[in-house]
């Protein structure tokens, strides 16, 4: 597969002279990847942490563990959808933490990816402000 | 000749960039400017604090060159990172990495050797140093078992030397070497020619490689087989070395949280997803339709369950590990994404209590659990002991319990055998209905093969021995033809993890087929390896051998000897028995004694033969007998004879006594088994007759014989006369007896044989004798005198061993016990002794 993603294609950076190659790797080749791996690892943490699966089940009880009504007595009844509420309370309080988490990874992830691509981008312009500091005494 | 110049590949080019990255001192200049980045990003810290301006200022100048240049680094590491172009003009542009080195290599052994031509047998001596070379090479059975290492260096010593010789001359051979592995790369629908493609190409252009594969006994095929299987294998590394973001999800930390819980399914069954987790992903060989049906029954709305069916041992869990990992790596229809595959343990079901009423609430326990916690699919290993209405140990009928929960309740993967299908499900209606039947077939030998490869690693980490491909196709070619009752690939499975067992025991390293050979025979006490040595000689003298036992009878003990020669050396097609011979004559004239001799000669014993006496088939309706009745709804239909005793035993001499009271239409049957080798029995099973020896014996014709012998006819016109005979009485059809191997007709016994045949049973007397320490000599006139009272003109010679037991035996036996007779004693019977 590595290998396969060395091979020949016509947009590849290394076929062309080494001063337009520089620009491409630059400003394109490496932005690219770092998008690509920032949004595989997205997905990844949306997946890891069920958000659609939590979504979709965010106020189902905790699981599943309802108890069937019927055939109970009144008082009986009342006791056990009051423990079916709580089991329902239960899922969703700890399906909404870890829709949360997820999220907030989520966001991180993104955060890193874009400081990371504007960051590789700027590189040469903060090694020209470095240096320009270091000699400005 | 196609254009191949490394001088002008541009990978080359690159390739000879890039090794300046990776020398020592590029290396130690990065490590350095990565120490400075990080010294600088650390004294910028430092300056937080201190505010000393110079500590800044150089902090900065740190981190910005030290960036830069690793900036610039990474740049044209990447930049001369060398390009594979498969359609390049160029054929060395074609080449990736490993083979570029490969090609390099070769040219550097040119030039330490002065060689004026690069021929490809210096192309496969820098193939073997490459370390996927080596493997492919290994696998091959390169330097394992025959030292092939004449043969390379022969030809590397016709190689023309010169001491201006240019590095770079390949020879027509080695660029035709190069452009049949572009070629096989191509094929293969690859970007780039790797080093398995060069092996290809190796076996399809040079003669010397050639040479040394027909040796290992490698076609071309099996390099391929062997290129694949390293792909195959290199492929699920890569798959393992993925990072993080690339592989596969299997569910997330909510998924447990949305089902129910399985307390009771945790003790009754085991969980498949967890399995394969945990033990990586199940590939199934030739199986993905099967594995697309399971998925496809269980997507379906309303009843919504698979049921495999197919004979034990054929690989129906495999197929439903394969449909797992189907699930565990998401590549599954939304319907099943997040589902849990049960295995229940039915045996843990069923036993521990005789009461029906405790297995019935077991299974409903089990079941609402299932069908409460909404993502689990059951799987029931032998399904049909829940619904069988056989009773008994290990059975029960649960399926008025099942059946609701089937009508699209809890999904189900059932397996179950041919067999018990028929007797079990298909006996209720109901049941068989909500399935999706799905037959399993037995997989070919070329796909077992594939399947070894896949669990050959394992084996040979758990037993730390090697298993050349040579080995694996043994196991394929044993398992297939001395193995008929357990299908593939479990009886090549077993054989591997037998031999492998013993391989290790041994304290050898390397498996090698002779020991699988030597394994299996001593298993099946059949040999099954090619003849040679010992048993070719016994072979080549099998005339003598069963002369030993049989007197006279030339021309039946010749057509005999011939056929199992051609069978041995391996010229039968082997899709027909090994022989098939009609013996022709009257009663005691050695027909019997000729197939015993040769069961004992071929199968090491003449307890291997089948003897079926054929006037007790003269009723068309005792087929069923002979080959077992077929199955029908609720019963599994009886077992035949014949059938049942090949199947047992398929290594047998079949002696079919008195053919000529059979049935005809039983007669017909044995067609089938004469041309194909094979016979379908009643319940509908394949039975195997390709390692069996047929001899069919008639007493019809003897008359004949007896009247063309004493007109001196004998031969070929013999039997000419014979079947003359034989169609005009109508005994046997025409078509029938064209079928046969050689028909023999035995010849009544002369007189002078009949006192041969008193011999030797007296030999075979006095051989049991010196057993308990006494000599037991017999005159000659004792031997004629018994050779004249057991024979019989219309029984030959089969009254003769009662002639011995009773005038000697007895007498013997008497004398043993009275103690006239005692150990160490010698006793010589005359004329006068036989009365």
Known sequence: MAAQAQSASRTDFREMPIFTAFFSWWLKYVPSRIIYIGAKSTKRAFEFFSITLLLRSLLSPWKRDETDTSNMALEDKVRVLMMNLVSRLVGAVVRSMTIFVGLATISFTFLATVVGVVGFVLLPVIFAYLIINAISI | ???????????????????????????????????????????????????????????????????????????????????????????????????????????????????????????????????????????????????????????????????????????????????????????????????????????????????????????????????????????????????????????????????????????????????????????????????????????????????????????????????????????????????????????????????????????????????????????????????????????????????????????????????????????????????????????????????????????????????????????????????????????????????????????????????????????????????????????????????????????????????????????????????????LGPTGVGKTETAKALAEAYFGSEKSMIRVDMSEYQEQSSIYKLIGSPPSAGSEGEKGQLTTAVSDKPFSLILLDELEKAHPEIQTLFLQVFDDGRLTDGTGRVIDFTNTIIIATSNAGSEQIRENLQRGVIGEQMKKSLLEFLQKKAVFRPEFLNRFDAIVAFHPLSQVEIVQVAGLMLKALSDQMAEKEITLKFTQGAIDRLAKIGFDPVFGARPMRRAIQDKVENVLAESLLSGKIARGSTVVLDEKDIT
Request: charged share 25%; aromatic share 8%.
């Open chain 2, 1 to 583: 000749m196609a254009n191949f110049n490394i001088n002008t590949a541009r990978n080359f080019t690159k390739a000879d960039k890039q090794r300046s990255f990776t020398s020592v001192g590029a290396r130690t200049l990065k490590n350095l400017m990565i120490t400075l980045v990080l010294l600088g990003m650390f004294g910028n810290v430092y300056y937080a604090v201190s505010l000393t301006q110079y500590l800044q200022n150089i902090s900065f100048l740190a981190m910005a060159v030290g960036g830069a240049y690793l900036f610039v680094y990474f740049f044209l590491k990447s930049y001369n990172n060398p390009i594979s172009y498969i359609d390049s003009d160029n054929i060395a542009e074609s080449l990736d990495q490993k083979s570029l080195k490969i090609i390099e290599d070769v040219t550097q052994l040119a030039r330490e050797n002065n060689f004026s031509k690069l021929e490809p047998v210096l192309l496969m001596a820098a193939i073997e140093k490459d370390i996927d070379g080596k493997y492919m090479l290994l696998r091959a059975g390169f330097g394992l078992e025959k030292d092939i290492s004449g043969i390379i260096s022969d030809n590397i010593l016709k190689i023309p030397r010169s001491e201006n010789a240019n590095a770079a001359d390949f020879s027509e051979a080695f660029v035709a070497v190069i452009e049949a592995a572009r070629g096989n790369a191509v094929d293969k629908k690859r970007t780039e020619v790797k080093v398995g493609d060069l092996l290809m190409g190796l076996i399809r252009k040079s003669d010397v490689f050639k040479t040394i594969m027909f040796e290992l006994k490698m076609e071309e095929k099996d390099i391929e087989s062997v290129v694949e299987w390293h792909d195959m294998l290199t492929g699920y590394q890569e798959k393992l070395a993925l990072p993080f973001y690339e592989k596969p999800m299997t569910g997330g930390i909510g998924k447990d949280w949305s089902f129910g819980y399985t307390k009771m399914l945790n003790s009754f069954a085991k969980n498949l997803n967890t399995e394969v987790e945990f033990m990586g992903e199940t590939h199934v060989y030739g199986r993905s339709k099967e594995v697309d049906e399971i998925e496809r029954a269980l997507s379906k709305t309303g009843s919504n369950n698979a049921l495999l069916i197919g004979e034990p041992g054929i690989g129906k869990k495999t197929i439903v590990k394969g449909f797992v990992s189907k699930i565990v790596s998401g590549s599954i229809l939304p319907v099943l994404r997040y589902s849990q595959v049960f295995q229940v343990d039915t045996g843990a079901i069923l036993s521990g209590s005789g009461d029906e009423g405790e297995i019935a609430m077991r299974v409903k326990s089990l079941l609402n659990e299932a069908a409460r916690a909404g993502n689990i699919i059951l799987f029931f290993d032998n399904f049909h002991s829940l619904v069988s209405r056989a009773g008994g140990v290990g059975q029960a009928n649960t399926s008025e319990i099942i059946l609701p929960y089937l009508q699209g309740t809890v999904r189900v993967i059932g397996a179950t055998s041919l067999k018990e299908f028929h007797r079990d499900i298909e006996a209720s209606p109901a049941i068989s209905a909500v399935f999706e039947k799905i037959e399993v077939k037995e997989p070919t030998a070329d796909e077992t093969v594939e399947v070894l490869e896949e669990m050959i690693p394992f084996i040979e980490h758990r037993d730390g021995v090697f298993w050349p491909y040579q080995s694996l196709k043994e196991v394929v070619r044993v398992a297939a033809k001395y193995i008929q009752n357990v299908p593939f690939p479990t009886k090549a499975i077993e054989i591997v993890d037998d031999v492998s067992v013993s391989v290790a025991k041994s304290g050898q390293k390397i498996v090698l087929n002779a020991q699988i050979d030597e394994l299996v025979s001593n298993d099946l006490e059949v040999p099954v390896s090619e003849a040679q040595g010992q048993e070719a000689q016994k072979l080549l003298n099998l005339e003598e051998f069963l002369h030993q036992r049989v007197v006279g009878q030339n021309e039946a003990i010749l057509a005999v000897s011939s056929a199992m020669r051609r069978a041995r050396a391996g010229i039968e097609s082997g899709k027909r028995p090994i022989g098939s011979f009609l013996f």
